[in-house]
T-cell receptor, first 112, second 115 residues
């Protein structure tokens, strides 16, 4: 069965304390793995797309990496404004390019 | 800022009302989506329009009726909803209906409360 699992469910960091969020997946024929950031009461904001194992992408304090079984979202020296829920989602051969299978998200809180 | 615009941002409706949610994108995308999101849950796909034709209906009750008047506009018509339909309704769009690089971009959402 297709599964996307994110861990931890919630993470509290001090400002400047780097950490990583995990997204593990068991799908056949990965076509794309997506990271989104969602602030309370708002729609998900696109961050990164990763297509193949070994791929890495960076944006400001965020860096996303991909292996054959999981993706990591590394947050370097986070600031309070990085507090949000981070969602991972995959597109795969079983569902095509129009369906996203979402994980349940990691709620990140960064304290000053 | 998102380039997928949704109106209204908030809607309160009675169970016998008829209302509509509207969505617009000007990125030239050819696929548009409706998602439903409950509190502390990930978004759930409802409908997909690809090149203005309904391509996916995730067994959504008929009290939700989608419409795609043209490639830039997407509506969701609501009728005889139940209180459990209260949620954040998200519109999204993507460049095409298939192929690599089909990143899906979301709007800010419409908060719906059914009383």
């Amino acid at each position: 069965e297709d599964q996307v699992t994110q861990s931890p469910e919630a993470l509290r960091l001090q400002e400047g304390e780097s950490s990583s969020l995990n997204c593990s997946y068991t799908v056949s024929g990965l076509r794309g793995l997506f990271w989104y950031r969602q602030d309370p009461g708002k729609g998900p904001e696109f961050l990164f797309t990763l297509y193949s194992a070994g791929e890495e992408k960076e944006k400001e304090r965020l860096k996303a990496t991909l292996t054959k079984k999981e993706s990591f979202l590394h947050i370097t020296a986070p600031k309070p404004e990085d507090s949000a829920t981070y969602l991972c989602a995959v597109q795969h051969g079983g569902t095509g390019f129009q369906k996203l299978v979402f994980g349940t998200g990691t709620r990140l809180l960064v304290s000053p | 800022d998102t380039e997928v615009t949704q109106t209204p941002k908030h809607l309160v409706m009675g169970m016998t009302n008829k209302k509509s949610l509207k969505c617009e994108q000007h990125m030239g995308h050819r696929a548009m989506y409706w998602y439903k999101q409950k509190a502390k849950k990930p978004p759930e796909l409802m409908f997909v329009y690809s090149y203005e034709k309904l391509s996916i209906n995730e067994s959504v009750p008929s009290r939700f009726s989608p419409e795609c008047p043209n490639s830039s506009l997407l509506n969701l018509h609501l009728h005889a909803l139940q209180p459990e339909d209260s949620a954040l309704y998200l519109c999204a769009s993507s460049p095409s209906g298939g192929g690599a690089g089909n990143t899906i971009y979301f709007g800010e959402g419409s908060w719906l409360t059914v009383v």
